[in-house]
Every structure is written in C-alpha cells, then in structure tokens.
C-alpha cells in the first residue's frame, strides 16, 4: 500500500490547529480553579483523528467547518476524559501521556477523575450548539456519542479489557476484536458518521469505513507496543506484553498482524469509493494509522 496521501498530513494540521483554538476559546472564560487547569492541560494536543474525522466526513457532505467544529471539539473532549479516566492508578496507572505527565500525577486522582467527568459533561454541551443544524440531527449525535462512550461502547471495552487482565485463560482473537470493537472503534465510527448525520445523509459507507479503520488504529497499537519507541510514542510501551495480555500482535505474530492491518486499510479505502477522489483525505488516514509511530 503506498504511504499516506500528500493530501492528508497537511488537512491533519490544519484539523488539529482549528480544533485545539476552538477548545481553547471555548474554556477560556471559566473560572481559575485546578480542575479547570486540568481540564485545559488534558484537551490539549494529541493527533486529533478523531475531531479529523468529523471535519472531513462533514466536508465530503458540504458540511462548512463552523458548522461541524463543535462535534469535532466534542470528540476530543469525550476522548480526553476518556485517556485521563483510563490513566488513573485504579485503571491503567499510567504516569505519561502524549511526553507529559499524566493529569492524576501533575494535579491528584480527585483532581483528574473531576477533570474528566468536567470534559464528557462538556462534550455533550457541545452538541447542543444550534450551529450543528435542526434538533433532530443534534439529538441524533447525542444519543450516539452517548452509545459509542458507555455501557454499549467504550466503557464496555475498557471494562472487558480490565477483566481480560485477571482471567484464567488469554482471550480469543474473536474476543479481543469485539473489545477493542468497543474501546477503540466505537468513538472513532460516531465520528466518521458525523458528517453524514448533519448532513442527514447515509452514513452507511461511512460506518463500513470507521469499522475497519478503527481496527486497524487498534493493531497498529499493538504493534506500537512492541516495536514502538516511548519517546515518540509519548507513553509507556510492551504494558501488554509484560501483563501478559493477549493482543492481536501475540496472536497473529508480527507479520500477520502487520498484514492484517493492511488489509483493513484497504477495506477502508474500498467502503469509500461512492464518494470518489473527495475522499482523499479519508483515504489518507487509513493509511496513516498503519504506519503512525505515535
């Protein structure tokens, strides 16, 4: 597969410029208080895929950045919680993130769990931006950030991977798929299909994308952990390898998750098709996730 689209690093950038501006703006006025800080510090830089994801599907639908920016700000707030949430000693106990500390070792733990739970809180008043369009469309993304981020996705696949730790036996390869279906993948399908639900369009083609991308991000990962370097990667690697986790690299071996991997982006690329060379830039960053050193 060739390497990423010369389109993509640069609509990357620009993504990442709006979006960090935006939260900027939109957390400037509140008060001078530590989980504020916090909040501030934990927002703050990151490859911003997902806001990327928003953005670009809602470009491909005509959709104008001012009127997607505030799904975009509000995906990466709920992932921001999520990371800070995820780090805490209780959970992963992580002590960096992004080459910085994490938020529970620069502040506390009260401090990181308010900051998070301050962040989803904000991510769903995001969507009530009249900005993004008629009430229907914006009751139809909160409901699905809300289905993507519990019980029905993300938590479950943080809470399946922390049972995985403490099992008797390593977990399957249809086992870990569904995990990270939901840890991973479903924040990143909610903002594929952003575009196409503000532009009350199918999101069909975008949701066949983001499922195979969003698995592809995974074992990417999972190869990080073993071969990546942490100075680039900004975080501790081989966790899963010394937990004795399964993974997808510890059941297909390198080169096999490296192909399958591959063959994801692929899929990827295929689901998008309908829209033509629009879709550039989401092409790109199906193969950036494969090949990410960070």
């Known amino acids: 597969m060739p390497k990423a689209l010369p389109l993509f690093p640069d609509r990357l950038a ?3 410029v709006v979006i960090e501006r935006y939260l900027v703006d939109r ?11 916090a909040m501030r510090y934990a927002a ?9 994801l928003v953005l670009e599907s809602a470009a491909l639908h005509g ?15 709920l992932h921001a919680y999520s990371l800070v949430h995820d780090d805490l000693p209780c959970m992963d106990n992580d ?3 992004r080459g910085l500390p994490t938020v529970h070792v620069k502040w506390d733990d009260a401090t990181a769990v308010l900051a998070g739970d301050a962040l989803q809180a904000l991510a769903f008043a995001l969507l009530t931006s009249p900005m993004l369009g008629a009430a229907d469309r914006r009751l139809t993304l909160v409901a699905g950030l809300a289905a993507a981020s519990g019980v029905e996705g993300m938590v479950l696949g943080q809470a399946l991977d922390i049972a995985a730790e403490t099992a008797s036996t390593p977990l399957t390869l249809e086992q870990i798929t569904a995990l990270q279906a939901g840890k991973t993948g479903a924040l990143i399908g909610w903002s594929a299909e952003a575009g196409a639900i503000l532009a009350g369009a199918d999101p069909a083609p975008l949701r066949a994308y983001a499922t195979a991308l969003g698995l592809a991000f995974q074992i990417a990962d999972d190869i990080l952990d073993v071969e990546g370097d942490a100075e680039k990667a900004g975080k501790r690697l081989r966790k899963d390898e ?9 059941l297909l071996g390198l080169d096999g998750a490296r192909a399958r991997a591959r063959a ?3 899929q990827a690329e295929a689901a998008l098709a309908p829209y033509g060379s629009a879709a550039a830039p989401l092409i790109g960053a199906a193969r950036f996730v494969i090949a990410r050193d960070n």
């Not at 959709?63 to 707030?77: G, R, Y």
């Open 44 to 52: 703050s830089g990151g490859k911003r895929l997902r806001g990327f």
């Open 27 to 37: 957390m400037a006025g509140l008060q001078d208080q530590p989980v504020v800080h």
């Open 63 to 77: 959709i104008a950045l001012p009127q997607a920016i505030d799904a975009a700000a509000a995906v990466e707030c």
């Open 95 to 97: 002590d960096l993130r």
């Open 14 to 16: 620009q993504a990442q």
């Open 264 to 266: 994801l982006a692929d």
């Open 242 to 250: 010394a937990a004795g986790k399964a993974t997808f690299v510890s």
